[in-house]
């Protein structure tokens, strides 16, 4: 069964939940290996791994995370996704198809959810960026979110070291929480003077 997502319409997007009708076009963006390249996940070899990542991670129903389409208003059809993780972390997530990139689309949708995010009382959201892509930390930077701290981690399942940046909006005027479980969990952490 589809988790079924509050509409959110901005200027130019409309941000849904994805149908089963999507597939093809979340195998466009799956496929792109420069799309995919920082997410935790492998590029789709075939419309097959498409359905597969569908059904698993945003139709599952133990799945802890809601999975907003990106569409442009005037065509309806996901661009991109948000993605919000319904556990402690409120990690927050999201992805674009290349042809899509740098014209504000990400942070535009993602104020929007951010909105209802809070009006929702989540008391806060994360992200991390591999330090090698910082345009995503622009993003988190221009949505609001300040730098945390930095971890290293055996990044799965593409199983090599990657250097992440955290960083948290606090979405409830309690400005001083930091979320700590990165911090706490890998040994190799520290604070960059300039992120």
């Not at 420069?34 to 597969?52: G, H, M, S």
């Amino acid at each position: 069964m589809i988790k079924q997502l509050h509409v959110i319409e901005t200027n130019r997007l409309l941000l849904r939940s994805f149908t089963e009708k999507d597939i093809e076009a979340l195998y466009l963006l799956l496929q792109d290996k420069d799309v995919n390249t920082f997410l935790p996940w492998f590029p789709a070899k075939n419309i097959e791994d498409a359905k597969e990542f569908f059904e698993e991670k945003i139709v599952c129903e133990d799945s802890q995370s809601d999975f907003y389409a990106i569409c442009l208003k005037n065509i309806d059809v996901p661009i991109g996704y948000i993605t919000v993780k319904q556990d402690d972390s409120h990690d927050f997530g999201y992805a674009l198809r290349k042809e899509f990139w740098h014209q504000g689309i990400v942070t535009e949708a993602g104020a929007a959810v951010i909105a209802k995010l809070q009006k929702d009382h989540v008391p806060y959201i994360t992200a991390t960026h591999d330090v090698q892509n910082p345009r995503s930390g622009g993003v988190m930077i221009n949505l609001g979110m300040k730098y945390q701290y930095s971890y290293e981690e055996e990044w799965q399942p593409k199983g090599y070291k990657v250097i992440f940046r955290m960083y948290q909006l606090n979405l409830d005027g309690q400005q001083n929480r930091v979320y700590r479980k990165y911090w706490d969990l890998y040994q190799n952490h520290f604070i960059e003077t300039e992120p």
